[in-house]
């Protein structure tokens, strides 16, 4: 008998007993939105049916649900974003400034700030369109009476809002903001005719937080003259104003005080508030309000002979300038400069009053109307403290085993930051954009995360990354250790190539994170597969579904490895299947998606080995030195080292997959590079096979002629739903073409 399938039977005994634990891993993307379906037989799924599923058919949910107790049935990891704050307050940014205040530490210093008015490209103005960003408050509202919950001015304005109606009774209007502001631009639809009006601010609070105290603002200069024309008040920056909420914390819609539809003031959510009363002998003088807005922070700026694109090739839309800050003029250290103080600075080309308008703000590189960011300062040892405290809570409260963060490539460097003139991050004193300030900040957030790590050890910190192989030039080489759980979304294409930015020669960084204890959740789509290029039939589902799973075998490390089949979109959720996303409407996703009869499929373990005669693939990095090189062989796939001046040390340890060529034509595109292959990889149950070509996602690749193979002995081959076949001497097998055989 062949003595390698000898040896292969020498292992069976003890595989046998231990078959399960080397099973795919498998997991889930962002659950959520549930909702009564079918599955794939027709059977009614409702939610908690379909909520058990993914419990019971995963390993990991990447994300979380609703419910503590399901998280607490699998490994869940939530949703963090360290490397930012947002400037209209959410839950984060309000305990991280409450945990500051406990332990007198200056919550300003969590962010980074510009040291001198630096102008910006924008790429996308509608990026924080409806944020303070753009001088919107964060709620404007009116009340009927002193303890009114309050009708929240929501709609786009003008408004046309007779917020005044009902002064006799204490109703009056309100504005609340994120942070400390000297000025508000009234506009009016009907102007006052007589009477007068006043602003009030919070100057004590109980212990809950509510307003137990208000005092009137000593106006500077009131140009609206007494709210007869549309302009504005302007006061003296009040050293007793205080973060407050405006409501008891009872949930109550009426008697519990303001809250006006926001659940964050409604629960104790503190904020800067600021109460305008009107009150006449004749209520037919009371104004109307049109519109409110904020101080002009970040004013457009127009400029001549300014560049039309960022070197990234992104249109600008427009410049935007951040005002610096000079922090050795601020002589009190209250995070404003008084009108003295202001005359007195040395920097004059720093113009901010306030040091908060001179946050790291990536204008039009963020996600939506709604985002607020700036740039959080991962150095000061202070926020890790209070990050820490958050979450340590946070992931109790839920049932979580930790977070992942969303966007590790959203940092300092050229893809967010385009400066047109000033740029100096006071903090780093370098400027924003550029690749010395790019890599610092990288380190720093690195380590941010491992210091994270290292005071939650028992919980996963988790980074969505790139493509591109983390220890290349294209690559977040930084980010090798800051993590215990490593999602790379969109990564298995149906017809994933041998190399080019990515591809399977060039996977191999995620057998390094394998030998360093770390996992990886590799995510297929339907991308660049047969559903895109000849439609979603279930016969091009199937088959892109099986060529996916088959290169996450080729990839998989027992433990650390875990599968995520997707469609071609970024949006996700347990919702039910359309025509547009799957062969089959009304399905939940995540029971469509998984091949779940191909993961039940016994492979066994990784007998890591390959058979006699044929050759493990190269491994390939895209390098730097001596110059860039895009196909840079570094080892190959039976080594436990790859071996480059460009890898940490010279040199990165690695968990061998021992995948090799089962076919390799004569024709190369680069050395060690073959123009059409047929990769495999040993189990010690079966074999899988995937044929592809050196660059992959050509749609002709999948047209051609099949490919006969002859097998060294009888095997069983599997179909794309998972049965398995009589046991045959040879197969043939397609352009992109996945299978499994069994011995």
């Known amino acids: 008998m062949n003595p390698y399938i000898l040896w292969l039977l020498a292992l069976i005994p003890f595989y046998l007993t231990a078959s399960n634990a080397f099973a795919a891993g498998k997991a889930i993307v962002l659950p959520g939105s549930h909702q009564q379906g079918v599955d794939l037989s027709d059977s009614p799924m409702s939610t908690t049916d379909i909520i058990d599923w993914e419990i019971t058919n995963n390993d990991i949910v990447f994300g979380s649900y609703a ?44 962010f980074l700030h510009f040291s001198e008015d630096t102008v910006i490209a924008e790429v996308d103005k509608s990026h924080g369109e409806n944020t303070l960003l753009n001088r919107k408050p964060m709620i404007v509202g009116y009340t009927a009476s002193e303890d009114h919950a309050g009708f929240w001015l929501y709609q786009q304005p003008p408004w046309e809002a007779d917020v005044f109606e009902n002064f006799e009774q204490g109703g009056a209007l309100y504005v609340y903001h994120a942070e400390q502001f000297d000025r508000l631009t009234l506009k009016f639809s009907q102007f006052a005719s007589g009477g007068q009006f006043w602003l009030e601010y919070p100057t004590e609070v109980d212990a809950h937080g509510q307003v137990s105290q208000w005092s009137a603002l000593d106006l500077k200069k009131d140009k609206t003259l007494n709210m007869t024309k549309n302009q504005s008040v302007l006061w003296n920056l009040p050293s007793d104003w205080v973060r407050a909420t405006t409501h008891d914390g009872s949930g109550a819609s009426y008697g519990g005080g303001q809250y006006f539809g926001s659940t964050f003031v409604r629960d104790g959510g503190r ?195 790139g493509t591109a192989n983390l220890l290349g030039r294209n690559g977040q080489s ?67 579904q099986y060529s996916a799973l088959t290169i996450y075998y080729l990839n998989h490390h027992s433990q650390h490895s875990y599968f995520n089949q997707w469609n071609n979109g970024y949006v996700y959720g347990s919702d039910n299947t359309t025509a547009d996303n799957f062969w089959k ?130 095997m069983k081959p599997v179909d794309a739903s998972g049965n398995i076949g009589e046991y045959v001497t040879q197969i043939e097998i397609g352009g992109y073409e996945g299978l499994f055989l069994l011995y």
């Open 67 to 110: 419910d503590k107790a399901d998280n607490e049935r699998i490994t869940a990891i939530g949703y963090m974003y360290n490397q930012k704050l947002e400037m209209n307050s959410g839950w984060l940014e309000n305990d991280l400034r409450n945990n500051a205040a406990l332990n007198g530490a200056n919550y300003e210093d969590f």
């Open 271 to 465: 904020l800067y508030v600021m109460r305008i009363r009107w009150q006449g002998d004749n209520a037919n003088d009371r104004p109307r309000l049109k519109e409110v807005k904020l101080r002009n922070s970040f004013p457009v700026v127009k400029l001549t002979d300014a560049p039309e694109t960022t070197p990234d090739g992104k249109v600008i839309c427009q410049w935007r300038k951040i005002r610096g800050f000079d922090v050795s003029a601020d002589l009190n250290q209250d995070n404003y400069l008084s009108q003295s103080e202001y005359k007195n600075r040395t920097n004059k080309n720093a113009t901010a009053r306030f040091r908060w308008e001179s946050r790291v703000v990536p204008f039009g590189r963020m996600w939506s109307q709604s985002s607020s960011w700036a740039l959080a300062n991962v150095a000061n040892l202070n926020y890790l403290s209070a990050v820490h405290t958050y979450y340590q809570q946070n992931w109790a409260e839920q049932g979580l085993n930790g977070a992942y963060n969303d966007d590790s490539n959203k940092l300092l460097g050229g893809n967010q930051f385009y400066v047109h003139s000033g740029g100096t991050v006071q903090e780093l004193g370098l400027e924003a954009g550029s690749t010395e300030a790019d890599e610092l900040y990288k380190a720093q957030f690195s380590t941010f995360l491992k210091s994270l790590a290292a005071l939650n050890s028992d919980a996963l910190i988790g980074l969505n990354i």
């Open 478 to 544: 930084h980010l090798v250790e800051a993590g215990s759980l490593y999602f790379r979304e969109h990564y298995v294409f149906p017809s994933t190539g041998f190399s080019g930015y990515s591809g399977i020669s060039k996977f191999w960084d995620n057998s390094a994170l394998a030998y360093a204890d770390q996992s990886v959740i590799f995510q297929a789509t339907t991308r660049f597969g047969r559903v895109q290029f000849f439609g979603g039939s279930e016969q091009n589902w199937r088959q892109d």
């Open 585 to 714: 409407s009304g399905v939940p996703k995540n029971v469509a998606y998984q091949p779940s009869a191909l993961l039940a499929v016994d492979l066994g373990e990784p007998s890591n080995l390959i058979p006699e005669s044929f050759e493990a693939i190269p491994l390939m990095l895209s390098t730097s030195t001596p110059v860039p090189a895009d196909y840079t062989i570094v080892g190959d796939s039976s080594m436990n080292e790859m071996v480059h001046a460009d890898l940490p040390n010279g040199m990165t340890h690695i968990l061998p997959t021992y995948t090799y060529f089962l076919h390799q034509s004569e024709r190369l595109v680069v050395a060690g590079g073959p123009e059409d292959m047929v990769l495999a990889r040993e189990f010690d149950k079966g074999r899988v096979l995937y044929r592809t070509d050196f660059h992959g996602k050509s749609a002709s690749f999948y047209e051609t002629e099949k490919l006969t193979v002859v097998l060294d002995v009888p």
